[in-house]
């Protein structure tokens, strides 16, 4: 990770399973963390890139990811994985691979209640489906609209409508 300005933080990640067997991955994507099927044997590759800018920058770090004391927020994030996979029986096990990311604002109207919005999107490559989030479809999108009361310095109420988009 990286701050080559005050309010803005970047940061990339990789992550590699290993050999996982038929065991599930540690890391879930939109739900999936299951070997594909048919596979004797599998392992999962992920790349991720973020971004954040805090506008009017308030005291406090970066982080926590997304409290703020900051009057507004942005952040996004890009990444892509594979599953690779190990046909030991020949059933005709195949690799699954796709990229995601997201982009969310948070505004803070005062001291105590802020606003936030997400868009989130799983795309799986090449024509695959999977079960995101419990539903067969290729890609999936989704909405989250906020709102949040910080009643002290430990507790924060807060309330969102989602709802999700599939093909």
């Known amino acids: 990770a990286v701050s080559p300005l005050d309010p803005l933080y970047l940061s990339a990640s ?3 399973s290993g050999d996982l067997n038929t065991s599930a991955s540690e890391m879930s994507i939109s739900g999936i963390n299951t070997a594909p099927t048919n596979a004797t044997n599998w ?4 790349w ?3 971004a954040r800018y805090d506008f009017k920058k308030g005291k406090k770090p970066l982080y926590p990811p997304v409290y703020s004391d ?4 942005i952040r996004l994030a890009y990444g892509q994985w594979t599953d690779s ?3 030991g029986n020949n059933l005709g096990a195949q690799g699954r ?3 995601y990311g997201f982009i969310e604002g948070l505004y803070n109207i005062n001291l105590r209640l802020y606003g936030a919005y997400r868009y989130s999107i799983v795309d799986l490559d090449s024509g695959q489906h999977a079960s995101l989030n419990g539903i067969n479809a290729n890609k999936q999108q989704r909405h989250s609209l906020g709102l949040g009361w910080r009643w002290s ?3 924060i109420l807060k309330g969102e409508y989602g709802w999700n ?3």
């Not at 392992?43 to 992920?46: E, H, L, N, Q, V």
């Not at 900051?70 to 927020?73: E, F, H, R």
């Open 97 to 99: 691979d796709g990229q």
């Open 70 to 73: 900051s009057k507004a927020l």
């Open 43 to 46: 392992d999962r590759k992920i």
């Open 48 to 50: 991720e890139l973020d």
């Open 153 to 155: 310095d430990k507790t």
């Open 85 to 87: 996979v190990e046909d």
């Open 14 to 16: 990789y992550y590699h």
């Open 165 to 167: 988009e599939e093909d």
